[in-house]
Structure formats: structure tokens, C-alpha cells
């Protein structure tokens, strides 16, 4: 088994613009192992959101491979990637993506029912994970009731309650003020250590950036380490 949980060799990009050929993402290579946080950074249109796409399997690259722990995902049809996808990786991002008209226990036992796991199960579980956020009081809460930093606390809920080896986190903090992003991140790092799970951070913010263990940069379609 490998030591890593996610990996890109050799990825690039590209797309069409007329008959012109942009190159968005060149030669990546990653690797990211279990309870690891790293964080990259980069300007705006650097391809953050792009490379964060394809190491999730939601667009395909060019060229090269991306893996979640010993398998090449595409290697998998349609829906073995969505199956492996919800098994390997956990979602946060800028804005919260809840469903408005499920309360906050749904809406984190959502991933568990896509697995079709039986609501007398998935619903102990959902509770769980959003008593670790905080949230135990609210779980009967629409996201319409909660604040932002309650929707942001329910969203890490449900990337955590399926136990996925990695968090894949895109600007998580970058909807929030400064004391509740750095309270968001706190929690998000914490709850990572426990669970011995991996987070792969995407953010502008340099100070969240230089609390993980690893920090790379987008330049130009490249991914460099910083020191």
C-alpha cells in the first residue's frame, strides 16, 4: 500500500481559447500523506481551482495521473469514481454548498446516504460529526437559521462524517472574519490531527498558509515549494 493518499505525476492542463492554446496547470507533481496539512497559494487565475478540480476527479487532465492512495483514478468509470471520490476525499469550500431545505443533520448525512447506508446508521453518525464542530445544538437548524460560521462548521461536518483520508479545502476561511476563520482553521487542523487525516489547503490568506506543514505556490502554471 502506499504511504501516500494522494499524488499527481506529471499533470498538466490546458484549454482552447479560438484556435490558441492556454496552458493552465505543467508538469504538477504532488504527493500528500496521511495526516499531512499542506497549503498552496498563488494569484488569482494561477489554476488553484483547477489543479484543486482535477486532483478531485471533477475534470481530467492532459497529460499525467492523479491518485488517491494505490489507485489511478482513471482507471475508474463514471461512478467508481463517484463511489472512490466519496470514500477518499472530504469537501470544503468558500461557501458552503448546504442543501436549504435539509437542517444541518441532514445535510451532513447526506455523503452516508449516498452511500446508501441506512438512515438509522448514518444519522448517529452526522450527529457525531457535528458534535466535534460544535454544532450539537443546532443540528434541527435550517441553513437559513445559522450563521456563517455555523454553515461553515455544518459543511466541515459532512466532509468529515464519511472518515475520507483526505480534505480537499478551497478558500475555506475566505467567506469568514478574521477571528472566525482562525477559529474555523483551528477546528479544521484539530479535527484533521484526530482522525489522522490528510488536509490540502488552497487559500490567499499566507498566515493560515504558514501554519501548515508544507506550503507550495502556483507560478505560471508551476508548482514550487516555498521555505
Known amino acids: 500500500m502506499s504511504e501516500w493518499v494522494l499524488q499527481a505525476r506529471h499533470l498538466s492542463r490546458h484549454y482552447l481559447q479560438g484556435q490558441q492554446l492556454v496552458p493552465v496547470l505543467q508538469d504538477i507533481e504532488l504527493q500528500v500523506s496521511a495526516g499531512q496539512t499542506v497549503a498552496i497559494t498563488g494569484a488569482s487565475g494561477s489554476g488553484k481551482s483547477t489543479l484543486m478540480h482535477v486532483l478531485a476527479g471533477l475534470d481530467a487532465p492532459n497529460q499525467g495521473q492523479v491518485l488517491w492512495g494505490d489507485l489511478d483514478i ?36 447526506l455523503p452516508l446516504w449516498i452511500r446508501r447506508m441506512p438512515m438509522a446508521q448514518a444519522q448517529p453518525l ?41 480534505i480537499l479545502a478551497d478558500e475555506p476561511t475566505g467567506n469568514l472574519d478574521r477571528e472566525t476563520a482562525d477559529h474555523m482553521f483551528d477546528l479544521l487542523c484539530s479535527l484533521c490531527q484526530r482522525h489522522g487525516m490528510a488536509l490540502l489547503l488552497v487559500t490567499h490568506d499566507e498566515s493560515l498558509a504558514r501554519r501548515c506543514e508544507r506550503r507550495l505556490q502556483l507560478q505560471r502554471g508551476r508548482l514550487l515549494t516555498l521555505a
Open 126 to 166: 452526522a450527529l457525531q460529526a457535528l458534535s466535534d464542530v460544535g454544532m450539537a445544538q443546532r443540528i434541527h437548524h435550517r441553513p437559513a437559521e445559522l450563521s456563517g460560521g455555523e454553515r461553515q462548521r455544518v459543511a466541515l461536518a459532512r466532509a468529515l462524517v464519511t472518515q475520507p483520508r483526505c
Open 74 to 109: 482513471s482507471s475508474c468509470s463514471a461512478s467508481e469514481l463517484g463511489q472512490q471520490r466519496n470514500r477518499h476525499l472530504g469537501f470544503v469550500y468558500q461557501f458552503h454548498h448546504l442543501l436549504s431545505e435539509l437542517d444541518a443533520l441532514d445535510n451532513v448525512a
